[in-house]
């Protein structure tokens, strides 16, 4: 081979090296973050998910992507979201509200799903088994329907002599049923007339509490949904401006002034949903990933938020709350 020819055909390998290398480099992965509600009321939900993530060796920005869909509680918009995150061929979906499972799992057989769900995975037809999930997701319940009956007991042993109770939910969202179903088995044991409240937009949470006010319930039960998550300040300061006494799932109601929480730490289940995700990007599958569910259930009093209502909490409703909020 001539010299010239040589350096030219050196050349011409050199000039390729860089692309070779680039096209050899790992493409970072993206997950899709798809959310019923907005990300104003989940900001300490979503640190936990990338606490998560971050425990199985992946950081935001640095070796993994997160693209965040919110419905802004209009979840006639999460197909359309979910279709968009398809398209854009996402390594996992992290669908962080009942009301977006069903819509992700509806959208792809293929693409891993990972779950936060306040009903039983099974009976919302999300997993065929808790302990085989099979198909391509898996998840982290935290069994809120089930406390949401509990949450009518606790109405009826904050104030004793009240006969009838209020249940506020969302009708969107896919679970109202089954909570109005087992909030209504516990009312008819305790002897209490249960109200339905329906809320959907923030004007129809004004007229729920008006409409509270008319029916002369004792307590207002506040039912688990994104929504009500995404607009839980407004919540207590309705409750509290009306004087009702109001019980919510979550801590960060109370903290944010409302009297009553009963529930799961939530942030748990979103930095359990983070470890999920990040043991699929390393290859795990879903189907061998058992649905893990909450086990720890908080009971949270602001005692600022008692005085205020005029309230006297039973003492043993005191003893055996997990944190008291002055």
Known sequence: MRRREFITLLGSAAATWPLTARAQQPTMPVIGFLNGSSPAGYARMVAAFRQGLKETGFVEGQNVAIVYRWAEGDFDRLPALAADLVRRQVSVIAATSSPANLVAKNATSTIPIVFTTGTDPVQFGLVTSLARPSGNVTGVTQLNVEIVAKRIELAHELVPTATAVALLVNPTDPIVDFE????????????????????STEAELDEA???????????LVIATDVFFNGHLERLAALATRHLVPAIYEYRQFVTAGGLISYGPELTDSYRLAGIYTGRILKGEKPADLPVQQATKVELIINLKTVKTLGLVIPPALLARAEEMIE
């Open 209 to 219: 509490f008006t409409k509270f006010l008319q029916l002369r319930a004792g307590v």
């Open 180 to 199: 109005m179903k087992d909030s209504q088995a516990a009312a008819l044991t305790l002897g209490l007339q249960l109200h339905v409240l329906r809320a």
